[in-house]
């Protein structure tokens, strides 16, 4: 930290008025990064007629719930017009098992790769982390004929196994990470004493892994959920997660634009990820820096 | 009775001694298979005659050939310069700024960190969606200057298909500077202290401490943010299909999308494999060269 209170050579007025636009660069900064927030949230709440007349940063005159309500359970995706719930759902349904299942198998990954080391465990875990920089798009057309054979194209099922394969190489590097700077007296000690392999994983690494389980949880979940190319790829019609029934409510070209509606599902989108960021900000961005290898 | 019983001690005490393995061996096997089996299977339909469905014979290079011949590929590549390089650039600076800026002992320091930071937890389809919005001639930006008495002001950017790759631009730089923001602001708070108060006491101003010790100090951060920008730049594709589709026309095509196009709508299976190799190529030429100096220089220092 170089800051002017400390190394600045103004003092008095001068000083008063760097610190007065310092805050006010800020500030116009911070309008900028909410100003997109703001439009979706007052767009939701105005009535059609409003937005043709209105302007794009005006406040609703009359609030109303109406597109919220049409975006949850009327909005057509597809030919289905029975709103985004199901789809809601969906993205539910593929991202909570898929979370678990690649956080359970990162964390038993990072445990035995650190823990109980083999010959040749840190080429398997540079193996495995190559998998973290592939762009996807040279998976895709394998996937998809994978899936069809193995009979989950199109459902959630395939969904979550994708999910899992693509994000395990990020969970075994959160964990792995982590576990190499627990000292490794703990686990011998522990196995002098007779405790097995799966013993000392429960009873000594896990209580020890709450914080990186809550990186790892956190990462998963946002990518899962805002993930689009492998659901557009590898889903369609009522198996789609939200982020592709989105992206259809908005690209409907038949009828009326109901651009409320669209902020609407925007928001419904967007609310669960903001709320993790918000609520658990802080390990959001230790994910974040983490994984950032990898983009 | 006995010899059993031994036996199967053995094979407990084997099981004991390769649990380590037997529980990393199914991950390791779905990487070789989904990850390498993968690219491998990509590279050979590639070299084959798919067209709408995939067949295995022998075409050598034509599919590279086909890729390379189309305009639409091309146009995908130049907008990945075009897109890539302003994302990059502007994200550095504006990321910088933020992180210097912040970086003052600024009260609620942690509420503006939230809010510069907040769209990195959006999907980029949701930030397509409300950008198209904010972007779009008939009622958004433009209207609202019109309404603010600035009749003249006319912004087609995301209808004009010479303009539209910059909207992809704006978007994403509004999505992702808060984070190399963060990048930045941690790296800034590592910087030794003891090195700018000598400096600060042989009489350097505040820009040269920043500008002749700080930012040099920090160089690996902008080789950290500029990788990781780079990746995210060529894997690029949801921002595209949900603010302009690629289009008008494919005047705002990425490979990712284009990659997208041939596989699941124009039933061009071996030109399509041939381009994801391409971004494949393109990712590796990045990353690979970071993570051998990252790591050698890792050995280094450890």
Known sequence: MADIQTYGQNSGMKHTLLRGLLYLVLILFSVYYLFPLFVMITTSLKSLTEIREGSLISLPRVVTFDAWDYAWNQACVGVECSGIKTFFWNSVKMAIPAVLISTMLGALNGYALTKFRFRGANIIFAMLLFGCFVPFQVVLLPMSQTLGRLGIANSTTGLVLVHVVYGLCFTTLFFRNYYVSIPDELVKAATIDGAGFFTIFWRIILPISGPIIVVSVIWQFTQIWNDFLFGASFSSGDSAPMTVALNNIVNTTTGVKQYNVDMASALLTGLPTLLVYILAGKYFVRGLTAGSVKG | ?302
């Open chain 2, 1 to 302: 009775m006995g010899a059993s019983s031994s036996t199967e001690s053995n094979l407990m005490a084997g099981l004991q001694r390769n649990l380590s393995k037997i529980v990393v061996a199914p991950s390791f096997a779905a990487s070789l298979f989904f990850v390498y089996g993968f690219i491998l299977w990509t590279a050979w339909m590639a070299f084959s005659k798919s067209r709408m469905m995939p067949v295995y014979d022998w075409a050598g290079l034509r599919q590279y050939e086909r890729l390379w011949q189309m305009e639409r590929w091309h146009v995908a590549i130049e907008n990945l310069l075009i897109f890539g390089g302003l994302f990059i650039v502007i994200c550095l600076f504006l990321g910088c700024l933020l992180a210097v800026l912040l970086d003052q002992r600024i009260r609620a320091e942690g509420v503006l960190r939230t809010i510069f930071l907040y769209p990195m937890a959006l999907s980029f389809i949701v930030t397509g969606t409300v950008w198209k919005w904010i972007l779009n001639p008939g009622l958004g930006l433009e209207k609202m200057m019109h309404d603010l008495g600035w009749a003249s002001f006319k912004f087609d950017w995301l209808v004009n298909s010479d303009f539209a790759i910059y909207t992809v631009v704006i978007a994403a730089v509004w999505q992702a500077s808060g984070f190399v923001m963060a990048m930045f602001l941690a790296a800034l708070r590592g910087v030794d202290q003891d090195i700018i108060r000598a400096a600060y006491m042989d009489g350097a101003s505040l820009p040269r401490i920043y500008f002749g010790i700080i930012i040099p100090s920090i160089r690996p951060v902008f080789l950290s943010a500029i990788v990781v920008l780079a990746h995210l730049a060529v894997k690029s594709f949801d921002l595209v299909i949900a603010l302009t589709g690629g289009g008008p026309g494919y005047s705002s095509d990425l490979p990712a999308t284009f990659m997208y196009t041939m596989a699941f709508q124009r039933n061009q299976l071996g030109i399509s494999a041939a381009s994801a190799m391409m971004m494949l190529a393109t990712v590796m030429a990045i990353i690979v060269p970071y993570l051998y100096s990252e790591l050698r220089g890792g050995k280094k220092n450890g």
